[in-house]
């Protein structure tokens, strides 16, 4: 793990390989750390850069306003980086969207795995699985709010907590625990928007685009992976990755690494 000064904060980052540069933008729900299974295998190929964004894992918070958006271009500028690839899972792959759209001369690529975009509003279909599955938590408790988030994103809606690897459920707990502690953080600052949103936004995308999500995550999210692809000029579906649910790259890294070996230029 490394520091660099990025936009007046500290962002940690892990880096490996060397080749045309590829940076890993992690889910709201986790840190770098889910990408334990990507670093190595892209970095046979790429410049592989997975920061933790500011506030999540190792970076730090000042309280400054501040966009993601703008982060990832700073991380890119202090590293030397004239442009990268955009790899991101969930949360981090709205951060990559609104760079692409902010900043589209920096991004070569962009590959989007169980990925919302701004402006985008879940259906009530996925807010009763939610209050279905999960219930009322009291937000302050971290290992409770952990559990009830890693059922509905980690498991999915449909399969049980036995269909899955217990080990993969640990780490995604001790993940979101960490992440949960951020967001709480999170909400004291200013956090800048993308304006407009990207929802109605995705026919600007002009870079190559490849949407996937796993089979067991949300509708909501196949049905936008669906949409990213077909609106963006040079967009590609993934076929959506069988048992597999939302933080995709970590549960099934064998067929992510292949796929983003196949379409990182």
Same mark, same amino acid.
């Given at each position: 793990?490394?520091?660099?000064?990025?936009?007046?904060?500290?962002?940690?980052? %892990?880096?490996?390989?060397?080749?045309?540069?590829?940076?890993?933008?992690?889910?709201?729900?986790?840190?770098?750390?889910?990408?334990?299974?990507?670093?190595?295998?892209?970095?046979?190929?790429?410049?592989?850069?997975?920061?933790?964004? #500011?506030?999540?894992?190792?970076?730090?918070?000042?309280?400054?306003?501040?966009?993601?958006? %703008?982060?990832?271009?700073?991380?890119?500028?202090?590293?030397?980086?004239?442009?990268?690839?955009?790899? =991101?899972?969930?949360? =981090? &792959? #709205?951060?990559? !969207?609104?760079?692409?759209?902010?900043?589209?001369?920096?991004?070569?690529?962009?590959?989007?795995?169980?990925?919302?975009?701004? &402006?985008?509003?879940?259906?009530?279909?996925?807010? #009763?699985?939610?209050?279905?599955?999960?219930?009322?938590?009291?937000?302050?408790?971290?290992?409770?709010?952990?559990?009830?988030?890693?059922?509905?994103?980690?498991?999915?809606?449909? #399969?049980?907590?036995?269909?899955?690897?217990?080990?993969?459920?640990?780490?995604? !707990?001790?993940?979101?625990?960490?992440?949960?502690?951020?967001?709480?953080?999170?909400?004291?600052?200013? !956090?800048?928007?993308?304006?407009?949103?990207?929802?109605?936004?995705?026919?600007?995308?002009?870079?190559?685009?490849?949407? &996937?999500?796993?089979?067991?995550?949300?509708?909501?999210?196949?049905?936008?992976?669906?949409?990213?692809?077909?609106?963006?000029?040079?967009?590609?579906?993934?076929?959506?990755?069988?048992?597999?649910?939302?933080?995709?790259?970590?549960?099934?890294?064998?067929? !992510?690494?292949?796929?983003?070996?196949?379409?990182?230029?």
């Amino acid at each position: 793990m490394v520091k660099i000064e990025v936009n007046g904060t500290q962002l940690a980052y %892990d880096e490996a390989g060397s080749g045309s540069p590829v940076v890993l933008l992690h889910a709201g729900i986790a840190d770098r750390r889910m990408w334990r299974g990507q670093l190595p295998a892209l970095a046979a190929r790429h410049r592989v850069i997975a920061p933790d964004l #500011r506030g999540y894992g190792d970076s730090e918070l000042p309280p400054a306003p501040f966009a993601h958006h %703008d982060d990832v271009i700073g991380l890119l500028d202090a590293l030397g980086i004239a442009q990268a690839a955009l790899v =991101g899972c969930s949360f =981090g &792959g #709205r951060v990559a !969207v609104d760079t692409a759209l902010a900043y589209p001369e920096r991004v070569s690529a962009l590959a989007l795995l169980g990925a919302p975009v701004s &402006g985008h509003e879940w259906t009530e279909e996925t807010e #009763r699985l939610w209050n279905e599955l999960v219930g009322d938590v009291d937000p302050e408790d971290f290992a409770a709010t952990a559990q009830g988030e890693v059922r509905f994103w980690v498991v999915g809606p449909t #399969r049980e907590p036995a269909d899955v690897d217990p080990e993969l459920i640990r780490f995604a !707990v001790e993940l979101d625990r960490r992440a949960l502690a951020a967001e709480q953080a999170l909400s004291a600052v200013e !956090v800048g928007e993308l304006d407009p949103p990207a929802v109605d936004r995705l026919g600007e995308l002009r870079m190559p685009v490849l949407a &996937g999500t796993g089979a067991d995550d949300v509708a909501d999210l196949r049905r936008l992976a669906d949409r990213i692809a077909a609106e963006a000029p040079r967009g590609v579906r993934l076929p959506d990755v069988p048992d597999a649910a939302h933080l995709l790259p970590l549960e099934r890294p064998e067929p !992510v690494n292949a796929a983003l070996l196949d379409f990182l230029p």
